[in-house]
């Protein structure tokens, strides 16, 4: 017997994305890494939200189970009103597909294939009739109109990346996640990147969560979340470069003092 398709959840259909009481622990030899410790947050249609926290403080991890790319321990995700643990495998990675972009630091295109077969790759895998007139005009928005038949080692580092956002973007998703995309390129890359993804929110409605460890890159988002230690601990509206810088070195002190405290 096929299971129903998964629920639309009325209350979390008010939000792009919602997260309630998410945990991910990983089990090592002779400890448990609490990589997410019970996050909890809600973010409007439209949105632009970045993420800031140190090196190891969940903020991969926090995308990977909002993405439905990785399943929390515990708690539940919803994205567009949809919760990602319900229903089978191939439900969920065909809602997926769909509905969220994913955009990596390091690019992660497929080296074999041309610009246009990695930006159309998405369409093909949810078995999507490719539209190739939506796609080489996905990729003139990017600034690509003219590779479409390179290769990815044929275009530099910020150029792979306006592929991998293209990529993120030519099926329609209605939240974009993006882990540090600027992490690998040059400052002038890095402006380009910024301004592609800040168009994808500001004038196609999408909603945008980034990772970034740049105040300025930050302050471009509505609102900037702060994670320490798998947790929520901060939370930014309206950030300028100076305020995203203050509250980050506030709460490094911080929690650099609870660990003292804690022992840990
Ligand atoms: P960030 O992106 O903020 O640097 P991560 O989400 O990558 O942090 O990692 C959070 C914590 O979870 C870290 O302590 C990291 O070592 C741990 N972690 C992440 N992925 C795994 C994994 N696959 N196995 C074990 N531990 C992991
Ligand atoms: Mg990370």
Do not use: W
Not at 185 to 198: G, H, I, K, P
Not at 237 to 243: E, G, L, N, S, V
Request: glycine share 10%; net charge neutral; with cysteine.
């Amino acid at each position: 017997m096929s299971q129903p398709p998964p629920a639309v959840d009325p209350l979390g259909s008010g939000h792009a994305l919602r997260l309630d009481a998410v945990t991910k622990h990983y089990a090592s030899p002779g400890s448990l890494v609490r990589a997410l410790d019970g996050v909890s947050l809600a973010l409007d249609h439209g949105s632009f939200t970045a993420v800031m926290g140190p090196s190891g403080s969940g903020k991969s991890t926090l995308l990977q189970c909002a993405a439905g790319l990785d399943s929390p321990s515990s708690g539940r995700v919803f994205v567009d009103g949809v919760e990602m643990s319900d229903g089978t495998e191939t439900q969920l990675t065909t809602f997926r597909r769909g509905r969220i972009g994913f955009v990596f630091q390091h690019f992660n295109l497929l080296p074999t294939l041309t610009v246009l077969q990695n930006t159309t790759l998405p369409l093909r895998l949810a078995g999507k009739r490719v539209n190739r007139a939506q796609a080489v005009e996905t990729l003139e928005r990017v600034g690509l109109g003219g590779r479409l038949d390179h290769l990815p080692s044929q275009l530099s580092g910020g150029q792979q990346q306006r592929v991998a956002i293209a990529r993120a973007l030519v099926a329609g998703p209605r939240v974009v996640f993006a882990d540090e995309p600027t992490g690998a390129l040059d400052t002038r890359s890095a402006r380009e990147v910024l301004a592609l993804l800040q168009e994808a929110v500001r004038i196609d409605g999408r909603t945008l969560v980034m990772v970034t460890h740049d105040p300025v890159a930050a302050a471009h988002a509505d609102q900037v979340l702060f994670l320490a230690d798998g947790r929520l601990v901060g939370r930014l509206d309206r950030p300028t470069a100076a305020t995203v810088a203050d509250t980050m070195t506030r709460l490094t002190d911080e929690v650099g003092d609870r660990r003292v405290t804690e022992g840990v």
